[in-house]
């Protein structure tokens, strides 16, 4: 496997349902993000992951929970969640260093979320 | 606080035309620029971007993008267009001291034979 991955690629849920959404990076980047691409929105970002630790939460709703067990893993739980929640979940990986901003972000193909 | 906008939601062209995609940004401070390329069923891939020195950024796939200080854009051109460029592009900036990525709403690109 090369580059950012995500499992699984489409996922249907009911609102009561728990699932989880998985990404792993091979680049050996250390920084991991979660973000939501809604019909007709710009991308928003959700949460941000330095050396395992989150740096930044977007303001989002407590139903969903990131997990960075390590730099490689990143997962989002998903509980209890409403059908405007439906969207594309994308992750992405980038190397961060002194450039701060000027980083490049590689992004995985997303995970399709369909709540019903 | 920093935001973009993408002028063109869809931008129709034909095969072999020239396109420009348009990006606006605004920023207290000084930024750096990127375009990313969304394929269908894909994540995002990034074409070129703008951190210092030359104002024309030359990219993959024959892309380049021009920044304009003075106008505050970040346009995208290609001198002639494929089928296979059909695909969401969008614009985003960040800053020196973030790595936080803000993104346009997209602009479509339809390239028709």
């Known amino acids: 496997e090369t580059g950012v991955t995500q499992t699984p690629r489409h996922l249907v849920m009911g609102m009561t349902n728990k699932k989880s959404l998985k990404c792993e990076q091979h680049l050996g980047h250390n920084a991991m993000y979660w973000y939501k691409q809604s019909a007709k929105k710009p991308l928003e970002l959700m949460f941000v992951?330095?050396?395992?630790?989150?740096?930044e939460n977007n303001s989002v709703p407590s139903r969903f929970s990131p997990e960075c067990p390590n730099s490689s893993h990143l997962f989002l739980h998903l509980h209890t969640l409403q059908p405007e929640d439906s969207a594309l979940y994308l992750c992405?990986?980038?190397?961060?260093?002194?450039?701060?901003?000027?980083?490049?972000?590689?992004f995985g193909p997303g995970t399709r979320l369909t709540v019903l | 606080a920093q935001s973009v906008t993408q002028l063109d939601s869809q931008v129709p062209v034909f095969e072999e035309a020239p396109v420009e995609l348009r990006c606006n940004y605004s920023?207290?401070?000084?930024?750096?620029l990127f375009w990313y390329v969304q394929y269908p069923n894909q994540g995002l891939q990034l074409l070129l971007k703008?951190?210092?020195?030359?104002?024309l950024v030359k990219g993959i796939n024959g892309f380049e993008a021009e920044f304009n200080k003075s106008q505050t854009s970040f346009h995208l051109r290609k001198p002639s267009v494929h089928i296979s460029d059909t695909a969401e592009y969008f614009c985003?900036?960040?800053?020196?001291?973030?790595?936080?990525?803000?993104f346009g709403s997209g602009t479509r690109l339809l390239v028709r034979p």
């Open positions: 992951y330095n050396f395992k630790e989150q740096t």
């Open positions: 985003a900036v960040s800053g020196p001291s973030s790595y936080k990525l803000i």
């Open positions: 703008y951190l210092s020195g030359s104002t």
């Open positions: 920023s207290s401070v000084s930024v750096y």
């Open positions: 992405a990986s980038s190397q961060t260093g002194t450039s701060g901003g000027a980083d490049t972000q590689y």
